[in-house]
């Protein structure tokens, strides 16, 4: 039903900033809470941000509170990642998937897309 394409990735030098956005398909857009997810070698997939619906409730995993902004348009179907004071324990591929804020856990249905590198290196 959802299809994410993410982008805005790159090679950051630590301090830097970037903005993700998730682009996305389906009818049912509005009707879910989305969020960015990212996996990193070695590591296993940490859940980074969820958006409600309505955008009115937002949830972040401590170790980017402060620095990460999560938004979303639903006009557009685009949910953004604004990423600022990266730090190399960003670097990670960011997948865009449906997700509970209160858990900052993926939907079970939710499938995984290409997703974008972020590369946050001196």
């Known amino acids: 039903q959802l299809q994410f394409v993410e982008s805005g990735g790159g090679l950051v030098q630590p301090g830097g900033s970037l903005r993700l956005s998730c682009a996305a398909s389906g009818f049912t857009f509005d009707y879910y809470a989305i969020g960015w997810f990212r996996q990193a070698p070695g590591k296993e997939r940490e859940g980074v941000s969820c958006?409600?619906?309505?955008?009115?409730?937002?949830n972040y995993a401590d170790s980017v509170k402060g620095r990460f902004t999560i938004s979303r348009d639903n006009a557009k179907k685009t949910v953004y990642l604004q990423m600022n004071n990266l730090k190399p324990e960003d670097t990670g591929v960011y997948l865009c998937?449906?997700?509970?804020?209160?858990?900052?856990?993926?939907?079970?249905?939710?499938?995984w897309g290409q997703g974008t590198q972020v590369t946050v290196s001196s």
């Open positions: 998937l449906a997700c509970t804020v209160a858990t900052l856990k993926s939907l079970p249905w939710s499938r």
């Open positions: 958006i409600s619906f309505s955008g009115a409730t937002t």
